[in-house]
């Protein structure tokens, strides 16, 4: 069974850095796309960044030059660097991948449990 665990959420001042992680276990074929999602309270969840299996990157625009997406494809893991936080960061952040099973030819997102990061002024 495929599993994405999120780690390095927590508790920061404003413009302190946090890095989240997420590493991708179980069996499985290959990932494509991992990126990161948030959802504060009472909002939709929202793009942060995706990262392709080739390195091209994308993200959004109220976190442009402050996070940075990176990823290991021998370690299926995924990181987030965030720099220069603000309060408005605050939500809870999950992992995405979409990835191939052993035996299929179709892609399935995935999600992380979410890791909750919290950005006091």
């Known amino acids: 069974q495929v599993q994405l665990v999120e780690s390095g959420g927590g508790l920061v001042q404003a413009g302190g850095s946090l890095r989240l992680s997420c590493a991708a276990s179980?069996?499985?074929?290959?990932?494509?796309?991992m990126g990161w999602y948030r959802q504060a309270p009472g909002k939709r969840r929202e793009l942060v960044a995706t990262?392709?299996?080739?390195?091209?990157?994308n993200s959004a625009d109220s976190v442009k030059g402050r996070f940075a997406i990176s990823r290991d494809n021998a370690k299926n893991t995924v990181w987030l660097q965030m720099n220069s936080l603000k309060p408005e960061d605050t939500a809870v952040y999950y992992c995405n991948a979409y990835i191939m099973n052993i035996g299929t030819t179709r892609w399935n997102a995935y999600w992380g449990q979410g890791t909750q990061v919290t950005v006091s002024s």
């Open positions: 179980g069996s499985f074929f290959r990932i494509d796309v």
């Open positions: 990262i392709t299996s080739g390195g091209s990157t």
